[in-house]
């Protein structure tokens, strides 16, 4: 089964776009995963090929017109595809490694990237999408969210990454952030690698990588800590 996205969107030019190259890229010329951008205006009612209309209620900007969604959505997306539906907007659930490992093991996706003041509210219901929400930030459009999304699904996808390992060791994969990673010169601007990491005792740097993990997080993301891990509230408490 091949991860196979579709994007809605009104400027299917900026795809790939960085999903062609690296590692997205080379997967994407091998077939390990498809990639289709539907340019939303192909499925407008009117010869002015119009995608949106004024705010009921009035208001500032615009709003995408909800059947004009329907057709986009229905005309990639028939009632047995088993690929879920997202719409990147900011009001949606934020993305989780948990959620991107959940797609990335899946049939693909087909997403719609919001422009203007939104969607209109209908089409959320009409077509069961799935709101997704990659920050607490508001983008021009759901373009750039969209190409977030699929990077992390991607790279996760067998045969991407040269070993499977790499995305199971690193950020948010077991509840932490990552460890410190450190590299060569031996010796850079007078500051050394820890010796723990050059003492051959695997056992050891395992130990001091986890209490790193938990550092870091604890110091800069201490929402993804569970209480029986965060040993600075036991000390409190």
Same mark, same amino acid.
Request: aromatic share 4%; charged share 25%; net charge negative.
């Given at each position: ?29 091998? $077939? ?14 009117? +010869? ?34 088993? +690929? ?14 948990? +959620? ?108 001091? +990588? ?20 965060? $040993? ?6």
């Amino acid at each position: 089964m091949t991860f196979r996205a579709s994007v809605l969107t009104l400027y299917p030019e900026m795809f790939p776009g960085p999903l062609g190259h690296a590692l997205a890229g080379r997967a994407l010329a091998n $077939g390990l995963w498809g990639l289709e951008a539907v340019q939303i205006r192909d499925h407008a009612l009117d +010869r002015h090929r119009s995608v949106d209309d004024t705010p009921a209620g009035g208001g500032p900007g615009m709003v995408m017109r909800a059947d004009v969604l329907a057709r986009a959505i229905d005309a990639v997306s028939p009632a047995d595809d088993p +690929r879920p539906r997202l719409l990147m907007t900011p009001r949606g659930r934020p993305l989780t490694q948990a +959620r991107v490992r959940e797609l990335a093991a899946g049939p693909g996706a087909v997403i719609l990237c919001g422009r203007f003041e939104g969607v209109d509210e209908r089409i959320v219901a009409a077509r069961g999408l799935e709101e997704v929400c990659v920050g607490d930030v508001v983008l021009s459009g759901g373009e750039a969210a969209a190409l977030l999304l699929l990077d992390a699904c991607v790279r996760l996808i067998p045969g991407v990454m040269g070993k499977a390992e790499s995305g199971t060791d690193e950020s948010f994969s077991h509840g932490l952030l990552e460890y410190p990673q450190f590299t060569r010169p031996q010796l850079f601007e007078g500051e050394g690698i820890p010796e723990v990491l050059t003492s051959g005792d695997h056992a050891r740097i395992a130990r001091w +990588r986890q209490a790193e993990a938990e550092a870091v997080t604890r110091a800069r993301r201490p929402d993804l800590l569970s209480p029986a891990r965060d $040993g600075s509230k036991t000390e409190r408490e």
